[in-house]
Structures are given as C-alpha cells and as structure tokens.
T-cell receptor, first 114, second 113 residues
Framework: EPEVTQTPSHQVTQMGQEVILRCVPI?????FYWYRQILGQKVEFLVS????????KSEIFDDQFSVERPDGSNFTLKIRSTKLEDSAMYFC????????????FGPGTRLTVL | AQTVTQSQPEMSVQEAETVTLSCTYD???????LFWYKQPPSRQMILVIR??????QNATENRFSVNFQKAAKSFSLKISDSQLGDAAMYFC??????????FGGGTRLMVKP
C-alpha cells in the first residue's frame, strides 16, 4: 500500500540554522500538508499546498517558513532561521482531494533545535 | 475558531473488552467532517474512521464504531473486542470544507493482556 515517507527521521540543528524537511507524498495525491506537534501539545496545522501554491496556512506559518515542490515527487518544508521553539515533530500529509478525502500522514521528522 | 477536546489523556482496557474514547468539538458550522486517527508508538498516524456531519447514521469499521451526537457536538469512538495492537495514541480531528484538520490533544490507550 502506498505511504507518505519523510526524511530524515530525526534532525538536530543549531539555533539560527536553516533546515529542510523532506516528504514524498503518495504519487496520485494532489494536496499536500505540513503539521507539527510540539512535545506534549496538540498536532497543529501549518500549511496546505495545491497546484504549486499555498492554498491555506495558519498563523504559525510565518515568513521563516516556506514550502516547495521542487520536482514531481518531493514536497519540502524549509525553516530559514530555526528557533528553540521550532523543536517539534513535523508531519507531512497528502490527500487526493479536499473535505471528506482522507489525509494520509507520514511518520514524521523530529526536529531538535539546540 | 473550531476547537476539539479529548478529555481523557489516558485510558486502559482489558484485552477483548470494549472501550469508548470521548471527543467533543465546538463549531458553528453544520457541514463538516470528523475523523479518528490512531498513532502507534514511533509510527505514522493512520485513519481509523470518519463521519460526515450530514449523515445521521453512525460510521462503523469492523471493531471500530462512533457515536456521533451532532446537537451535543460529541464524537466518541468505541473499540470492541480490544486487541493488543490497538494500543496507541488516538486523535480526534475536525475538518471543515477546506484543507486543515483541527486535532484534539489525544488519548493514550493501553491494552492489558
């Protein structure tokens, strides 16, 4: 069964450094998402992406974040200058469509900012 | 803004028994979607069951069923004949017509052999 994959599984970085988290969505899916979960807190929506542009974003997704689909298979989340509070589990998800369509999640990347 | 609340941080159940996980949500909308996701340790979240708000009939998927009370804004998950593999974090989630899922805080389910 097709799965969403994410790399790396764990990323450790120094405060102020740029990180890129990578995701490979399910191949026939058209909508892509990033969520994050700070330890002990709820899973929070960051951004959704469709047709090579952001379709929705939360207030968390500020100017230090960006997303890109650099080729036909990868979907990336870039954090330009990491802060301590960016430490979290980041989940990528994809779906065929909107609303009732199931979002399939990847296993997550644990980002630790020191 | 929509909120989703799971009031039970942890639940435990004996193998083969039945357990119910609670979820309430707050919305002023009438057309939306509700989901239960399961997250085993160190594994990705997988969809357990979903419910369209316009449907009165409660969704069922094998041993998993929901009790959807629209007026009360309640969406509980019942797991029958619990198995050791059911042990996981369970997240309730809400989705309007757009993209984002709004999650509850999760309930950790432990299954005792």
């Amino acid at each position: 069964e097709p799965e969403v994959t994410q790399t790396p599984s764990h990323q450790v970085t120094q405060m102020g450094q740029e990180v890129i988290l990578r995701c490979v969505p399910i191949s026939n899916h058209l909508y892509f998402y990033w969520y994050r979960q700070i330890l002990g807190q709820k899973v929070e929506f960051l951004v959704s992406f469709y047709n090579n542009e952001i379709s929705e974003k939360s207030e968390i997704f500020d100017d230090q974040f960006s997303v890109e689909r650099p080729d036909g298979s990868n979907f990336t989340l870039k954090i330009r200058s990491t802060k301590l509070e960016d430490s979290a589990m980041y989940f990528c998800a994809s779906s065929i469509g909107l609303a009732a369509d199931t979002q399939y999640f990847g296993p997550g990347t644990r980002l630790t900012v020191l | 803004a929509q909120t989703v609340t799971q009031s039970q941080p942890e639940m435990s159940v004996q193998e083969a028994e039945t357990v119910t996980l609670s979820c309430t949500y707050d919305t002023s909308e009438s057309d939306y979607y509700l989901f239960w996701y399961k997250q085993p340790p160190s594994r990705q979240m997988i969809l357990v069951i979903r419910q369209e708000a316009y449907k009165q009939q409660n969704a069922t998927e094998n041993r998993f069923s929901v009790n959807f009370q629209k007026a009360a804004k309640s969406f509980s998950l019942k797991i029958s004949d619990s198995q050791l593999g059911d042990a996981a974090m369970y997240f309730c989630a809400y989705r309007l017509r757009g993209n984002m899922l709004t999650f509850g805080g999760g309930t950790r389910l432990m299954v005792k052999p």
